[in-house]
Each structure stands twice: as C-alpha cells, then as structure tokens.
C-alpha cells in the first residue's frame, strides 16, 4: 500500500509569503504528525492531530504556524509571513492510532531567502 | 536532562562487519516505547525497531537488534553484517507513557560503512 506522501517536496519563498505544505497520511491512519528537522539536528516536534482534532498543538513554535486536518486524511501546515529561520525540512508521519508505531514521509525542503 | 542521548556524532565500519549506534534514555515513566529510525540522504525517515519498557526480549528485526539493558537505560542499535546502504544518519526515539505521547528524538548518529 502507499506510505505516507507530502507536497512539495522542495519549496523556495521569499521572506514574508505565506506557504502551504501538504501531507497525505496512510489510508486509515487516525493519527497524523508534524515535525521539523533544521539543517544537522533532530526532529522537532510541531503538531498532533487525531482524527480532525489537534489535541497537542504544543510544538508550534509562534502564532505564524497553523495546522488543519480534513476527513480525518489530508492535512496542511501553514506558515504565515515566513522568516528565514523557518528553513528547514517538515515532516509529517502518520501512525494507526496515537500510541503505535510512526511512519514517515519524504518530507518538504522549505527554503526561505 | 536530555531524554534520549545519542553520543556518537558519527560511527565508521567496513562492509560486512556489525555496528553498535548507542542509545540512552531518561524516563521515570514505567511505561514507555523505544524506536530506530534511519534516514538516508535522501531525507525520509525509515522505521526500523522498536521495543517496548515492558517486553521480556530484545527487539530483533533482519539484521537489526536493539540490544535492550533496562537499568542502564541504553537501548543500543546493533546492525549485523553491514552493507554500503546502511551509510545514512540513525535516531534514537522515545515515547513515554500508555495513552498518546509524541515521540522525542535523540540528535542522530551518522554511520558510513566503508567498502
């Protein structure tokens, strides 16, 4: 079956623009994850949706970052007014339920200039 | 306190040889999940183990073992017989608790297998 996909795979903005990334979890997986991975570090934590609803939207890291999920499968991460620290991989990963094992997708390369 | 530690920036073994990637932990939660994730250069994450705080054995998965030594907190990564599609960078991750716990990544050991 088809893993986890996510669109675009590379993204280059300009400081300020508004960029959507999507992410297309495994048919019926309930929940879905965001992370972000900067240059050389680890994952870090942004988003948990289960189902619809986001019950730890701990990780975002300001009110430029929002995050929705449709019909319990697609979601998108918006960042608002992007600044160059922004750059870097997102990920997302879905997994069967909240507690079971993650899988990953390829991953948005976001650049900002 | 770090809650997984990975202390191995970078590691190098011939093909064919077995590999140890470290792994430590810090939970006071008896109930918790340890995961290996490989990530090529092409950047997605790959699943690779898991076990759990309370199985009896440790993981094995093919080639891979998680060498599992609960007092000391270590869940090491054992790759036996490596192959030059090995060469990527390894997290450590861990999840706490029984209900719903994001996972928490360790900063990732980069392993190059030589030929």
């Known amino acids: 079956g088809a893993g986890v996909s996510q669109s675009p795979s590379n993204k280059v903005t300009e400081k300020g623009k508004d960029v959507e990334l999507r992410c297309d979890p495994i048919s019926g997986h309930t929940a879905l994850y965001w992370y972000r991975q900067s240059l050389g570090q680890g994952l870090e934590f942004l988003i948990y949706f289960q189902g619809n609803s986001a019950p730890d939207k701990s990780g975002l890291p300001s009110d430029r970052f929002s995050a929705e999920r449709t019909g319990g499968s697609v979601s998108t991460l918006t960042i608002q007014r992007t600044q160059q620290e922004d750059s870097a991989v997102y990920l997302c990963?879905?997994?069967?339920?909240?507690?079971?094992?993650?899988?990953f997708g390829p991953g948005t390369r976001l650049l900002v200039l | 306190a770090q809650k997984i530690t990975q202390t191995q920036p970078g590691m190098f073994v011939q093909e064919k040889e077995a590999v140890t990637l470290d792994c430590t932990y810090d939970t006071s939660d008896p109930s918790y999940g340890l995961f290996w994730y490989k990530q090529p250069s092409s950047g997605e994450m790959i699943f690779l183990i898991y076990q759990g705080s309370y199985d009896q054995q440790n993981a094995t998965e093919g080639r891979y073992s998680l060498n599992f030594q609960k007092a000391r907190k270590s869940a090491n990564l054992v790759i036996s017989a490596s192959q030059l599609g090995d060469s990527a960078m390894y997290f450590c991750?861990?999840?706490?608790?029984?209900?719903?716990?994001?996972?928490?990544f360790g900063k990732g050991t980069m392993l190059l297998v030589s030929p």
């Open positions: 991750a861990m999840r706490e608790g029984r209900g719903y716990s994001t996972l928490t």
């Open positions: 990963a879905s997994s069967l339920d909240g507690r079971e094992t993650q899988y």
